[in-house]
């Protein structure tokens, strides 16, 4: 109870998953000390699965590779802040023209909700971001225009409980995290 803590990571798999990436790292930066890189493996796997993890350092060394003159602290650190911002941009499978169109009505859509949105305001570009997300993670325009229905009958039902608080914007979070929570099936 006193100074034992528990650990709610995985632990690292000297024979598996875990093996073949900190082997990938090691490949590429022989003389990195993989200490730190072995223990992340784990937290990163839980957080973005197999297949994303492995897409991602390899993209990461790669850019690291290409980039030699760029310096940093250290491979894990390097690696975390890697798979960290690309957690923000998911796979998509959309064609690059309309992936743009996306982007452009994401950009629209989100002037609009900014206005209505009576709490917490995002940083610059946030709820473009997040909308731009939940756009790609659905399969088509009717999905899409369901996710916009449901948002502005969120967005509603908050002003209303604002209104009621007498302007007050307890319970509300920040608009980018109300946008990724909001429903897309139609209820």
């Known amino acids: 109870m006193g100074g ?3 650990s709610l990571a995985i632990p690292f798999e000297e024979n598996g998953f875990d093996f073949e990436i900190s082997k990938i790292v090691q490949d590429a ?3 990195e000390n993989l200490t ?3 223990k992340m493996i784990p937290r990163w796997r839980a957080t ?3 297949e994303r993890v492995r897409f991602l350092v390899n993209k990461a060394i790669n850019f690291r590779l290409t980039n030699p003159d760029k310096k940093y602290k250290s491979m894990a650190r390097f690696l975390d802040t890697w798979l960290r911002s690309e957690r923000s941009t998911p796979e998509t499978n959309v064609s690059r023209t309309e992936y743009k169109r996306l ?3 994401a950009k629209d ?3 609009q909700v900014m206005e209505d949105w009576p709490g917490p305001k995002t940083g610059r570009g946030g709820a473009e971001r997040a909308i731009l997300r939940r756009f790609l993670e659905l399969p088509n325009d009717a ?3 369901v996710f916009l229905t449901n948002l502005g009958d969120e967005i509603q039902i908050a002003a209303e409980q604002v209104e009621r608080q007498g302007g007050k914007t307890y319970g509300l979070s920040r608009l980018d995290f109300f946008i990724l929570g909001v429903k897309v099936d139609a209820e």
């Open 36 to 38: 730190l890189v072995k």
């Open 143 to 145: 999905a899409r225009d």
């Open 29 to 31: 930066y022989p003389e």
């Open 109 to 111: 859509i989100a002037k």
């Open 103 to 105: 982007e452009r009505r």
């Open 48 to 50: 973005y699965g197999d």
């Open 4 to 6: 034992e803590k528990t």
